[in-house]
């Protein structure tokens, strides 16, 4: 019994250790209407950026989401949706950038 128990707590740790890694490695996607324009023209992490839809008024606006955390949004290769991207920022960000290296 105690194999069993130690086997099953093995299979959920590792269930929940690819669930948090796969929720930092995607992020949102928006589907919109129009063609997608991104300000700081795609994944430019040194760069505040606004990726929007043609036909929309939402923007979506890079941001810090910590201290060394950046959330940035870019459009897709097709610019027919935005997606989202948790990055790491080494050293620091800051108003919607990782500071530079």
Not at 10 to 23: D, E, F, Q, T
Request: charged share 25%; net charge neutral; proline share 1%.
């Amino acid at each position: 019994m105690e194999k069993k128990s130690v086997l099953i707590l093995g299979v959920i740790l590792v269930v929940v250790i690819v669930a948090l890694a796969i929720s930092q490695l995607t992020g949102m996607s928006v589907k919109g209407h129009g063609e997608c324009s991104d300000s700081d023209n795609g994944r430019d992490y040194t760069v505040k950026g606004t990726a929007k839809f043609s036909e929309r008024d939402t923007v979506y606006t890079d941001y810090c989401k910590t201290k060394a955390k950046l959330v940035e949004y870019y459009c897709t290769i097709e610019k027919t949706r935005i997606w989202s991207e948790k990055v790491s920022c080494y050293n620091g960000c800051v108003d919607g950038i990782c500071l530079p290296v």
